[in-house]
């Protein structure tokens, strides 16, 4: 209410979720409309926090743009009402940073329980973040976690930078290894942003 946003979860057994997101109407003020313009996919990530002030002074002393905190709520259809607390990342910071959340009434609360998909999807597996600026983007993780990252290289997408492990998850932040080629064009037309995610999945699947 009040966002004129509407949207849907897609939750995993791994406990994360792909959240989908449309808007009632045109909302240039909102930090998701203009990467719609440009033809929507991945715009943002956000990371689960059970210390959202401490989360959020770490990102602040690493150099990152994030705002203060911010409570929300909403009444399911069932009449139980939802409370939870993050922070955003703002400016060019948006996306490359994370934003975080705190779920007040608890995630299952919040998320949806069905879990369990045809395809045998179980998570998200790593997530690829085009940026320009990859020892910019390392200092900051590297200080907000308190543990070096690791150098990777990237020839599917011709890239290459540094990955750090966030709880079950990969990221990967690389920049193009030349002028040509995917982040090159992502970047030109997006900016530094989520450029991809892999989902892990039940071996026996095909």
């Given at each position: 209410p009040g966002v004129g946003t509407y949207n849907a979860l897609i939750a995993f057994a791994d406990t994360s979720y792909i959240e989908l997101?449309?808007?009632y109407e045109p909302r240039a003020d909102h930090r998701w409309w203009a990467p719609l313009q440009r033809g929507g996919g991945l715009v943002d990530f956000c990371l689960q926090t059970d210390d959202l002030a401490g989360d959020l002074q770490a990102l602040r002393r690493a150099g990152v743009?994030?705002?203060d905190p911010e409570a929300?709520?909403?009444t399911r259809p069932d009449g139980v009402e939802i409370r939870w607390t993050f922070a955003l990342a703002r400016g060019p910071h948006r996306g490359v940073a994370p934003f975080i959340i705190a779920d007040i009434t608890g995630r299952d609360v919040r998320v949806p329980q069905e879990r369990s998909h045809a395809n045998?999807?179980?998570g998200v597996g790593t997530v690829t973040v085009a940026v320009s600026d990859v020892a910019r983007v390392r200092a900051w993780y590297e200080q907000a976690l308190e543990r070096p990252g690791a150098d990777v290289r990237r020839p599917d997408v011709a890239?290459?930078?540094v990955r750090f492990t966030i709880g079950p998850h990969t990221f990967d932040f690389v920049a193009p290894t030349d002028g040509h080629g995917p982040l090159s064009d992502w970047l030109a037309q997006r900016g530094s942003s989520p450029y991809a995610v892999t989902l892990t999945g039940e071996a026996s699947r095909p």
């Open positions: 997101i449309g808007f743009d994030i705002g929300r709520n909403r045998g999807v179980t890239g290459s930078g």
